[in-house]
Nanobody, 118 residues
Framework: QVLLVESGGGLVQPGGSLRLSCEAS????????MRWYRQAPGKERELVAG????????DYADSVKARFTISRDNARNTMYLQMNSLKRDDTAVYYC???????????WGQGTQVTVSS
């Protein structure tokens, strides 16, 4: 059974930090490109950050560059998103995505809520 389980979300004040985790099981994690997406109320889901299967390459949405850091530990089948200097606009449900190069297989987590508010 394929599972992507996000954790680490919660309520944080503007300027604060959170670290999200995405634990994978049921597939060969090290072969998959991993991404974080988010969806705010009333908005479309958007790509936040991505990381290659080996972790050698990363990419970020302009809105989170220099504030968020994506990483992965293939030995632990886990991906992370370190979020610093959080803003109210970062409030959203954050989703973990796994995609095999070529797009043949793709998996989604159930999401974790991040709320930035004072």
């Amino acid at each position: 059974q394929v599972l992507l389980v996000e954790s680490g979300g919660g309520l944080v004040q503007p300027g604060g930090s959170l670290r999200l985790s995405c634990e994978a099981s049921g597939f060969t994690f090290s072969l998959f490109i991993m991404r974080w997406y988010r969806q705010a109320p009333g908005k479309e889901r958007e790509l936040v950050a991505g990381i290659t299967s080996t972790g050698a390459g990363t990419d970020y949405a302009d809105s989170v560059k220099a504030r968020f850091t994506i990483s992965r530990d293939n030995a632990r089948n886990t991906m992370y998103l370190q979020m610093n200097s959080l803003k109210r606009d970062d409030t959203a449900v954050y989703y973990c995505n796994a995609r095999l190069p070529g797009g043949v297989l793709e998996y989604w987590g159930q999401g974790t809520q991040v709320t930035v508010s004072s």
